[in-house]
């Protein structure tokens, strides 16, 4: 294998078949010393952290390929920490798509004059932003993303369709374990013609609470894990 790209908390490698292989890493993102998905660089190793997301990966993409939604993701192996997927291309310099089912975060920093924070959003509010972290991850419209030349509008749409859909699959599996989405991060990227999912789906990427009380990210890996 060759390695084509080294992220903060996957490894991607060439596969000879044409494919592309993800190597989980122990490495999380965080300061001082403290695990949070919303910091820009790694802060600190939890050992075994790697294969949990893998594995909560897998369910997720299980689920979803059982809803006929298709994704990047082709087999995986555990004990190695990889997952085999088809090669995806991404839009710009990287997107990532939220999709809000509670207004919360920087949801709230942004529109707190217009709704409270904790509100539910009926049928879910998706959004893109890019990935560029000197410049925070500016939000960008389908319009500007068609402007820019990255997406056209029908491209835009197909991913919001799947957004929507893939959402409320992972949320109704949460709702299984006392579990509330407030909100997810996915990546979305081009092969072969057709927009599908990539990266991974893992508790470090969405907002999840239970009896009104917040969900650490860890704890919640445990939780599906044990389902």
């Known amino acids: ?17 044409g494919n592309v292989m993800l190597k989980f890493k122990d490495d999380c993102t965080g300061k001082d010393g403290v695990f949070d998905p919303g910091e820009n660089s790694v802060g600190l190793t939890i050992e075994g952290i790697g294969k949990a997301n893998l594995e909560t990966s897998i369910r997720y993409f299980e689920l979803l390929k059982k809803a006929g939604i298709k994704t990047h993701y082709v087999s995986a192996n555990i004990e190695d920490a990889t997952m085999e997927v088809l090669p995806g291309k991404v839009f710009g310099h990287g997107l990532e798509v939220i999709c809000r089912l509670v207004a919360t975060g920087s949801f709230i920093r942004r529109y707190g004059e217009y709704i409270e924070d904790g509100t539910p959003i009926p049928g879910g509010y998706v959004e893109c932003t890019f990935k560029n972290d000197e410049k925070g991850d500016p939000l960008v419209t389908a319009e500007g993303l068609a402007a820019l030349g990255v997406m056209s509008l029908e491209m835009f749409q197909s991913m919001k369709e799947q957004t929507l859909k893939i959402t409320k699959i992972v949320a109704d599996d949460l709702k299984t374990m006392g579990l509330d989405l407030w909100d997810i991060k996915f990546e979305f990227g081009y092969n ?13 990427n969405m907002r999840v609470y239970k009896d009104g009380k917040i969900v650490d990210p860890v704890e919640l890996t445990k939780i599906i894990l044990s389902k």
């Open 192 to 204: 072969n013609g057709e927009v599908i999912l990539i990266d991974e789906i893992a508790s470090g």
């Open 1 to 17: 294998m060759k390695k084509i790209y080294e992220g903060k908390t996957k490894d991607v490698y060439s596969l000879d078949n």
